[in-house]
């Protein structure tokens, strides 16, 4: 504890964290992303860090909360609204306005922490000269990344401070100043002694997260699956009417959104499956499952490897191996009573010694104190 006391006196940086205001910010927020910006936003305001968070006002009441807008510009719309694609850029256009005219009111006093995927308010803060780091939360080949490295020039780029979430989703880009894993929450997700024999999966209702792999896995495995999440626009809504619901039965179970304080519950299960579809930066749902004791069998994509110890904390599947994935399934189906348990306790040990939210926390009090100094 003294240890600790000491950091939180010598780090004295203000710091504005800025949130995609599409959802809501919150401990079962429908992304990682706001999930993770709740999170960390929480355990800043443990260390006493004078941190500010910008979201939209119905996220989660954290008191460093200051709403960039009342609601949520996308998950408070209705579903018949967003099936609209006029809408979508009417809503595009607002946030722009409402980032545009945030900027625009700082003074430089503050470091600001951009954690999220537009790339107009972070290109308006370089231009600005404010002191910045950006947690790269997607892909690098996204539309926004690239468009900031069209934008910028060379001196402007690494003035930003990117922070990749995993060596797999940075390593062909070439402003990085730095890779913090994302991290989970201990307390809220205790390891569990008591489990069902089921599979699940959890995410959203996207080709993307490859949910119908996992199902067609199951079946062919001849096992239990529990699917946990629900669809929200026009996408999901199509994907979950196409690929899912067709498949529902009395053993592939749809249990619908879980709340964060029943996720913790649903992950105590045999496995949680991962599925996807595209190479993920990271995989929040996989140090969740973890962190409870239940291990991961998934496709070995992205940033899967670097979060998934094979054979110790699950199972690498090569990627779009539905078959590998069955197979997968009845491996762990068929390990003795001793080995699984040692893969769940194996689970728990790697995610408090790598994943925890607390060293995250402390791993960004660091950049931050090192960005701050810079700016002199």
């Keep these: 504890m003294k240890n600790l006391s000491m950091r939180q006196e010598k ?22 992303l706001e999930v993770f910006n709740y999170y960390l936003t929480k355990e800043l305001e443990e260390r006493n860090l004078d941190v500010e968070l910008y979201a939209s006002g119905d ?19 209705t579903q018949e ?10 809503l595009t256009v607002r946030e722009f306005l409402i980032y545009t005219d945030f900027i625009q009111k700082q003074k430089g006093n503050r470091l600001i922490h951009f954690s999220l995927v537009n790339f107009l308010p972070i290109y308006l803060a370089v231009k600005q000269n404010l002191p910045i780091l950006v947690t790269l939360h997607m892909p690098i080949d996204n539309l926004h990344y690239q468009s900031l490295q069209q934008l910028l020039n060379k001196d402007e780029l690494r003035r930003v401070h990117f922070i990749g979430i995993s060596q ?25 002694e008591n489990f069902r024999e089921n599979f699940i999966w959890i995410g959203r209702f996207v080709k993307e997260k490859g949910c119908s792999d996992a199902i067609e896995a199951a079946e062919k495995a001849k096992v239990t699956l529990e699917i946990a999440g629900a669809p929200h ?67 070995d994509r992205g940033a899967v ?72």
């Excluded at 609204?81 to 009417?90: A, G």
């Design 168 to 192: 797999a989703q940075v390593k062909n880009f070439p402003d990085v100043f730095r890779v913090i894993y994302n991290g989970v929450n201990l307390e809220i997700f205790p390891f569990l």
């Design 59 to 77: 996220s989660e009441k954290l008191k460093s909360l200051k709403p960039l807008v009342e609601l949520s510009l996308g998950y408070s719309q």
């Design 305 to 376: 490897s670097e979060i998934i110890q094979d054979r110790k904390t699950g199972f690498l599947v090569p990627a779009d191996d539905i078959e590998g994935l069955a197979q997968a399934i009845n491996r762990m189906q068929n390990l003795s009573q001793e080995q699984y348990q040692k893969m769940r306790k194996n689970c728990r040990d790697h995610i408090e010694k790598n994943f925890s939210f607390k060293k995250v926390a402390e791993d960004y009090l660091q950049t931050y104190q090192e960005v701050w100094n810079k700016r002199i």
């Design 81 to 90: 609204f967003l099936s609209v694609p006029w809408n979508y850029r009417r």
């Design 11 to 32: 780090n004295n940086t203000p710091v504005s964290i800025v949130s995609n205001i599409f959802n809501p910010v919150g401990p079962a927020a429908p992304g990682g």
């Design 233 to 299: 626009d026009k996408n999901e809504n199509d994907y979950f009417k196409e690929k899912i619901k067709p498949k529902i039965s009395t053993k592939i179970i749809h249990k619908g959104f879980v709340k964060d304080k029943q996720r913790s519950d649903f992950y105590a299960a045999k496995a949680l499956l991962f599925t996807p579809k595209w190479d993920e930066p990271f995989g929040l749902v996989m140090t969740e499952a973890m962190a409870c004791g239940t291990p991961v069998i998934a496709y």
